[in-house]
């Protein structure tokens, strides 16, 4: 059975948790490892057979403050899908719509040319 094991690093930057992440993938049976937490200063390791507290040390001895916080099973929680419906639409698909700018009229005089000559 797999087990879920939190731990709480103090770390100072990136090369630190680059440490962190390369020490406990090293570990015996660690599937999978992240950070949570609201700071990401909390290591979650996922494994089965995982050594708590030789991992712990691993993490004071190279890298700094460690602190093991919980060590648990883990079982996936069961999410409840949600159906999602397509949106209903109101309008025809080639409906026209207007502009959203001002159309301006401007008149137009026609006006009979009779005068000119009646060659051209």
Partial sequence: MAQKV?????????????????I???APGVQSAGFTGKELDQLEVV?????AAVLTSLLRKN????????VGSAEKKEEK????LPAAWNS??????APSYPIQY?????????????IM
Avoid: W
């Avoid at 494994?47 to 050594?51: H, K, L, N, P």
């Fill in 47 to 51: 494994g089965e057979g995982i050594d």
């Fill in 92 to 97: 025809y698909p080639y409906q026209f719509s």
């Fill in 6 to 22: 939190v731990i709480k690093v103090a770390m100072n930057g990136n090369k630190s948790r680059s440490k962190v992440l390369k």
């Fill in 24 to 26: 406990a993938v090293a």
């Fill in 81 to 84: 899908k949600t159906e999602i």
């Fill in 63 to 70: 890298v700094g403050p460690s602190d093991l916080i919980s």
């Fill in 106 to 118: 401007y008149p137009v005089e026609y006006t009979d040319h009779t005068d000119r000559c009646s």
